[in-house]
């Protein structure tokens, strides 16, 4: 077994941060991912919610090589026409007026929440106070473990970022009671991902609009998980109708590239050049990779797909929530699902892991399935046979 060598210099040599599964991955092609050992498996991770072209894509390898042979790295100190087309094209497709480039969801998190307190400033508002909701997740930097609404990632690291409260998600009345004017923005997940695949309520989000218009405050919404097609719409907002003025991009933007970024209204547009950077931040090679994905979703009808396949992996889950009476729940949007056990979800990971289907938590007890985007109907009865077997035994 290769693996074996792999899996132990890792455990002698790697910082405790990752309680990885025991697996290493060698290759990948379309929803397929191989081990080191020639072990094959169906992939209903996909990086967790990031490689929606699936693996092994041919175009995206191919602009990533092509756009290295030409310029790998410029910095922000000159300009190069793929970053300048690219986020041209995403402005025109999402609606926004303004972007920033990063690198993950977390400088995603931390460039909105700048960007809130110096728009405050600008503006003239006593308030800075941001409002989070209890369960959410948003990455664990300083600022973005202060908004991340979960006990068990803040407290180890306290004291956090000051000015930050939290609301319990789909309570309006715990939103409206949260706000006054010492609050400059609220922030959200539409989906809340991490914390259990949980919709935020339309009722919820109208409330946040009401009280963005009522205190004028900003609304940001963490799309870095459901953005870019999962939700079976290319952002999340659209299934709600409500813009938020800060949109946070991450994970599946670049394919399985590193690169994340905020979509900004003009009206939250407060940076000035010295407030914010990212020495990689729409690094060439990320934008001409992020130009095939945002491509493919809206020419080459991946979003269609999406949206269709997504439908039909939510009717397979509703169905088997119907014969598995230890599924107390199945929900979620598009291609970002989750049922929820009554209990053993670990167990039934680990069993499904070795009859060949990734899979993973969110959550103590809810099974994640964010597969690739591309992902077939087929493939997905594939998965909901496995589950079945394993749920049944
Ligand atoms: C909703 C959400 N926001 C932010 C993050 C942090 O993103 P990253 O791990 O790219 O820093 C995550 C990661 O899981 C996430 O799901």
Redesign the pocket.
Known sequence: MVSKTYLQKNSENALETYASFPIVLDHGKGCTVTDVDGKEYLDFVAG??VNILGHGNIRLAKAIGQQAERLMHCSNLYLNPVTVDYMDTLLAYSGFDKAFFCN??????EAALKLARKWAGVTGKAGRDIIALNG??????FG?LSVTGQKKYQAPFAPLLPGVRFAEANDPKALEEAVDDSVCAIIM?PI???GGIKLLSKAFVEKADELRKKYDLLLIF?????GFGRSGKLFAWEHFGIRPDIL?M??AIAGGF?M?GILVDKRAAAFKPGDHAATFGGNPLACAAASVVLDELTNKGLLTHAEEVGAYLGEKLEELKGKHPHIVDARGLGLMRGIELSSGSADVISACIDKGLLLVRAGSEVIRFVPPLIVTKEEIDKAISILDEVLSQ
Request: aromatic share 4%; proline share 3%; charged share 25%.
């Open positions: 967790v919610a993950s969801g977390t400088e995603s998190i959410s997740f948003h990455g664990r930097s973005a997940e809340q991902g991490e963490d799309e870095v998980q459901c946070c991450a994970k590193p994340g």
